[in-house]
């Protein structure tokens, strides 16, 4: 089965700061998407990939899908308070309608 | 257009009672997802289904869960005498078509078992 890891775990960063949080596969990612949640909330949308090498912005996130469609990096530049929650990956295996979730990152965006 | 709506949002039940979880899909969407995030950790799916049939079932605890999506009416997530390991967020996502695309999640409901 199909097994995400992001890293770090949570991440503390002063406003105005950038930041990048990793998403690797233990195998080939079909879809990767990003959703951001906050606590007590649902999961909001960011991004979804599908092409090696394909990059999305909106705002000030972007996110990345390495070429070898293993690995996925949301960057966040000039961080701000709102961005704050955790961080979800979640992969399409190709063959299955349902995601695998990594473990999410949680970030705090200090004053 | 509403999202995809859940309820309740919290629900409290005591050991060996029943909770029954709602999900509305999006309109127009057909494939109903249920995902269960106990605390500190990730999201794990349960359930896909289409309407009047489960297509996966796979992370399914193999007793006292059931889900189901009639041909009217909302996605229902039932759990049988629930137990405290149960408490968790449940999460249900729509999408208009398989393979995720337009994948839409709900605000879940946070359940609590005393």
């Known amino acids: 089965s199909q097994e995400l890891e992001q890293s770090p775990q949570s991440l503390i960063v002063q406003e105005g700061k950038n930041l990048t949080i990793n998403c690797t596969s233990s195998?080939?990612?079909?879809?990767l998407y990003w959703y951001k949640q906050k606590y007590g909330e649902g999961l909001i949308f960011l991004m979804m990939?599908?092409?090696?090498?394909e990059e999305k912005s909106h705002e000030k996130i972007t996110a990345k899908l390495d070429e070898k469609k293993q690995q996925s990096s949301l960057h966040i530049t000039a961080s701000q308070p709102s961005h704050a929650g955790i961080y979800l990956c979640?992969?399409?295996?190709?063959?299955?309608?349902?995601?695998?979730f990594g473990t999410g990152t949680r970030l705090q965006v200090t004053l | 257009n509403a999202g995809v709506m859940q309820n309740p949002r919290h629900l409290v039940r005591r050991r060996g009672q029943e909770a029954r979880l709602r999900c509305s899909p999006m309109k127009g969407h057909s494939h109903v997802y249920w995902y269960r995030q106990l605390p500190e950790e990730g999201l794990k799916f349960m359930v896909y289904l289409q309407k009047e049939n489960i297509i996966d079932e796979s992370g399914m605890p193999k007793e006292r869960f059931s889900a189901e999506f009639p041909k009217e009416g909302p996605s229902i997530l039932r759990i049988q005498q629930v137990v405290r390991g149960d408490s968790a967020a449940y999460f249900c996502?729509?999408?208009?078509?398989?393979?995720?695309?337009?994948?839409?999640f709900g605000s879940g409901t946070r359940l609590t078992v005393v």
């Open positions: 195998k080939t990612l079909y879809g």
């Open positions: 990939l599908q092409k090696g090498g």
């Open positions: 979640g992969a399409d295996s190709g063959t299955a309608s349902k995601l695998t």
């Open positions: 996502a729509s999408s208009p078509q398989a393979q995720g695309y337009g994948y839409t």
